[in-house]
């Protein structure tokens, strides 16, 4: 009887595959809004008979707010946006889990599999170096390696934590949408940095960049004709990364200054003595 799974060519690789699983996981929910409050602006829409003036006003006097602004507020929409790193993590996952080590081959991947999950994979002879120059698919992206241990590390032990925290630290009051707190939070991770959730949002990005979003990740190598290889190269280093980088860089920086805009305005001196005594990113650093 065949098995739809064969069997791992070690734990090794089992464990390598369910540790992108769980990275992938972990970003899926700590991009995932865990509340969404009341949306004002619907409340505002059913009271415009008889208080249009007053809506307006409390409309006018509504945070700030750039990610609402794109959509990125709603209960699905960020899940939407990232759901290709689940994609990719899980394509990656397949490939590690049938990656054997010991003879460089795909053990797990073969004839009628390989043609349509693999149609293009071919190893590269050694894995003791970071890239290739082919589309031959790396295997230091298939096993235990400083390129899959470190990203991999980072997702699950720094980011995923400074995210996930601050959930259960602000309970009602995190929001993805700028919303007033009914209280300014200062102790426990609050009590060393101001931001870390937007610490933890930038090492998932981090990590996840790291992991997929070169130009020899296993999706290509393994799916793309050769031929488009030098193409997918130029794209990821002239236009790939440098808009990762921008766009993660530009849109914390942009809700950073809106959310402090708002606590200062809320809590007035509260804010500023907390503010002149804790980091805002990286504790004692930054």
């Not at 130009?215 to 130029?234: E, H, K, Q, S």
């Amino acid at each position: 009887m065949t098995t739809l799974i064969s069997a791992p060519a070690s734990a090794s690789q089992a464990l390598l595959a369910g540790a992108m699983l769980l990275a992938a996981y972990l970003t899926f929910v700590g991009v995932t809004p865990p509340h969404v409050p009341k949306d004002r602006d619907n409340d505002n829409d059913k009271k415009a008979s008889s208080k249009s003036s007053s809506a307006t006003l409390d409309k006018k006097n509504e945070p700030e707010d750039l990610i609402k602004k794109i959509n990125l507020t709603t209960p699905r929409g960020p899940s939407i946006v990232f759901s290709h790193i689940a994609f990719l993590a899980s394509y990656a996952a397949f490939l590690a889990y049938s990656y054997d080590p010991d003879t460089n081959t795909l053990a797990g991947v073969g004839g009628a599999t390989k043609a349509w999950a693999a149609p293009y994979c071919s190893l590269a002879p050694s894995s003791s170096s970071s890239t290739v120059t082919s589309n031959a698919l790396n295997p230091s992206l298939l096993t235990w390696s400083p390129f899959t241990a470190v990203p991999l590390a980072i997702i699950i032990l720094i980011g995923a934590p400074l995210r996930l925290i601050p959930y259960s630290a602000l309970a009602q009051n995190f929001t993805f949408a700028l919303a007033e707190p009914d209280r300014l939070v200062t102790t426990g991770i609050y009590s060393l940095v101001q931001h870390p959730s937007y610490t933890g949002l930038a090492a998932l990005f981090f990590g996840n960049s790291v992991l997929y979003y070169r130009y020899d990740t296993p999706l290509v190598a393994c799916l793309c004709p050769p031929g488009w290889m030098p193409w997918i190269r130029i794209l990821a280093i002239a236009f790939v990364w440098p808009a990762f980088v921008f766009a993660g860089a530009f849109g914390i920086s942009v809700r950073v200054r809106q959310e402090e805009k708002m606590l200062k305005a809320k809590f007035g001196k509260e804010w500023e003595s907390w503010n002149t005594r804790t980091a805002r990113f990286i504790p004692y650093v930054f």
